[in-house]
């Protein structure tokens, strides 16, 4: 492989920027802080390996101070992204991780600035990689326990890349048998930098995965929730059908009470006239044995008559009304 190591690293920081990108394009529909921790971290790394691949091209402010400062920027801010899901309260380990970066970015400074041998140096910075990648392991591992999800699982195995990376170029530039440089050009160094490289792809994955579980999540509790409610609704529509049927009976109840008091009216109107005509009929018989009193029997005729034109309009009446 000829390819010289400068090279790898500004494909590996191009790769740092265009995964972010793609997550933050990829959960536009569901962008919190989370999304936006994780990508600051992506575009902190990558522009920390930037800086050391213009190592010459820029000033040494930049490619030696500069670029690890944008590293602990980057481990931080993706490390704080993760924690959101174990708990929304971070800011004592934020002030944790700043203090860390603070310490980093400090050392690596009065180990250049007093021409500390590079050996140290690529100890100290690899010493902070395996920190920060060991509580990315930690932070995936905590939430694939509590949420048994494949997102966790991807992140996890970008820790292990990377870890088996570092792991790998410690053992060549400590045993002198890769490079012992940055910029050296061995088998470990080109190992480092593809573990790396297929670590951040995972983890990305990763990220995107745990992003679409978490809105999974929600979508259910709407869901459930909207079942609750339908449900809720349900047994409202079955009150207000029972009440409905309550008062349809109770309405019945009236009708037929109302009813039944007319009826006793009518049949009370209706006995007036037949039992008068009853009576009169009694006495139009007692007279008729006696054949005397014709004017009473012609007066007592012309009362029945009366009676049953009075029960004709009663019935008459009753006819119309229903």
Same mark, same amino acid.
């Given at each position: 492989m000829d390819i010289d190591i400068a090279s790898l690293f500004l494909i590996l920081a191009l790769l740092f920027f265009l995964l972010p990108t793609a997550v933050f394009l990829a959960t536009s529909e569901f962008r919190d802080r989370q999304v936006y921790w994780w990508c600051i971290g992506g575009f902190g790394t990558g522009l920390g390996f930037m800086m050391i691949a213009l190592r010459g091209v820029v000033s040494d402010a930049m490619s030696f101070y500069l670029a690890h400062v944008f590293f602990a920027i980057g481990f931080s801010f993706r490390s704080l992204s993760l924690r959101l899901d174990i708990s929304p309260n971070i800011f004592r380990t934020a002030l944790i991780y700043a203090a860390v970066s603070l310490a980093y970015v400090s050392v690596f400074s009065v180990l250049f600035h007093t021409q500390v041998n590079e050996f140290y140096r690529l100890n100290w910075v690899h010493g902070y990689f395996v920190l920060m990648s060991l509580d990315l392991l930690f932070i995936s591992q905590t939430i694939n326990s509590e949420r048994k999800n494949k997102g966790g699982n991807l992140i996890a195995w970008m820790a292990i890349f990377i870890l088996? @990376?570092?792991?790998? !170029? $410690?053992?060549? $530039? +400590? #045993?002198?048998?890769? @490079?012992? #440089?940055?910029? &050296? /050009? +061995?088998?470990?160094? $080109? *190992? +480092?930098? %593809? #573990?790396?490289? *297929?670590? $951040?792809?995972?983890?990305?994955?990763?990220?995107?995965?745990? !992003?679409? &579980? /978490? %809105?999974? &999540? /929600?979508k259910k509790a709407v869901d459930m929730q909207l079942f609750a409610t339908q449900s809720q609704n349900k047994t409202l529509e079955d009150i207000l059908e029972e009440k409905n049927s309550l008062m349809r009976t109770l309405s019945l109840s009236a009708k037929a009470n109302a009813m039944g008091t007319m009826l006793g009216a009518i049949a009370h109107e209706i006995n007036q006239p037949l039992g008068a005509i009853r009576i009169n009929t009694e006495l139009l018989m007692a007279l008729n044995r006696r054949a005397e009193d014709r004017e009473g029997m012609k007066e007592l005729l012309e009362h029945i008559l009366q009676d049953n034109k009075r029960a004709e309009t009663v019935v008459s009446s009753l006819r119309r009304f229903f």
């Open positions: 088996v @990376g570092l792991l790998i !170029r $410690y053992l060549g $530039y +400590a #045993s002198q048998l890769g @490079g012992t #440089s940055v910029f &050296e /050009k +061995a088998k470990d160094q $080109y *190992i +480092a930098i %593809l #573990s790396v490289m *297929i670590g $951040y792809v995972l983890g990305n994955f990763g990220f995107i995965q745990l !992003r679409l &579980e /978490k %809105l999974w &999540e /929600k």
